[in-house]
């Protein structure tokens, strides 16, 4: 249960796009459908916005969109808005019904 | 509205041990699976432990794995997480978080139950 791999810092200015990487191995990313990203602003829980990849819980705006390839997952953030800003981090289903989270980045509003 | 609400934390000296508890409320508790996730202060997200709904299925951070163990009580709405022989390097925040129903990831989590190991 190596952690995933995420840069540690992000940014974008408002209206621009960011995306944050995560690389797992075939173990983990590259294995399983089972990303998820997560957004915490400072002071508060954790708040869940992609699961299974691509897929968004109700309430969550689309400018959050998941993707994966390979053994690498990606978060993009479109139409960066300044209440954006915050440490996002991403998680990887790996087998034996464990979960391993990424190092976290911190996205930046410029 | 969904409402995870963690406690038994607290400051304990090395090789102690602590219960963690989390009161669920506000969904079909035994529907979900539950997961504590922790958080050392300044640091990032590391995921402790889960437990599937009828308890037949538990996982541990291999880290933490002989030293702690997840519970549930269905019928108390409730999840636990037995830590022994804690260490210093295990100060930090502990989550309560659910599980998206048949998969993975957390959609909704408590505001934390803060664990302080110290000398």
């Known amino acids: 249960q190596s952690a995933l791999t995420q840069p540690p810092s992000a940014s974008g200015s408002p209206g621009q796009s960011v995306t944050i990487s995560c690389t797992g191995t075939s173990g983990d990313v590259g294995r399983y459908n089972y990303v998820a990203w997560y957004q915490q602003v400072a002071g508060k829980a954790p708040k869940l916005l992609i699961y299974?990849?691509?897929k968004r819980p109700s309430g969550v705006p689309d400018r959050f969109s998941g993707s994966k390839s390979v053994n690498t997952a990606s978060l993009t953030v479109s139409g960066l808005q300044a209440e954006d800003e915050g440490d996002y981090y991403c998680s990887s289903y790996a087998g034996s019904d464990t979960l391993v989270f990424g190092g976290g980045t911190k996205l930046t509003i410029l | 509205e969904v409402q995870l609400v963690e406690s038994g934390g607290g400051v304990v000296r090395p090789g102690a041990s602590l219960r963690l508890s989390c009161a669920a409320s506000?969904?079909?508790?035994?529907?979900?699976?539950m997961y504590w996730v922790r958080q050392p202060p300044g640091k990032g997200l590391e995921w402790v432990a889960g437990i599937n709904w009828n308890s037949y299925r538990t996982g541990y951070a291999d880290s933490l794995r002989g030293r702690i163990t997840i519970s549930r009580d269905n019928a108390k709405n409730s999840v636990f997480l037995q830590m022994d022989n804690l260490r210093l390097e295990d100060t930090a925040l502990y989550y309560c978080?659910?599980?998206?129903?048949?998969?993975?990831?957390?959609?909704?989590w408590g505001q934390g139950t803060l664990v302080t190991v110290s000398s």
């Open positions: 506000g969904f079909n508790f035994d529907d979900y699976d």
């Open positions: 299974e990849v691509t």
């Open positions: 978080a659910r599980g998206v129903r048949h998969s993975h990831g957390n959609d909704h």
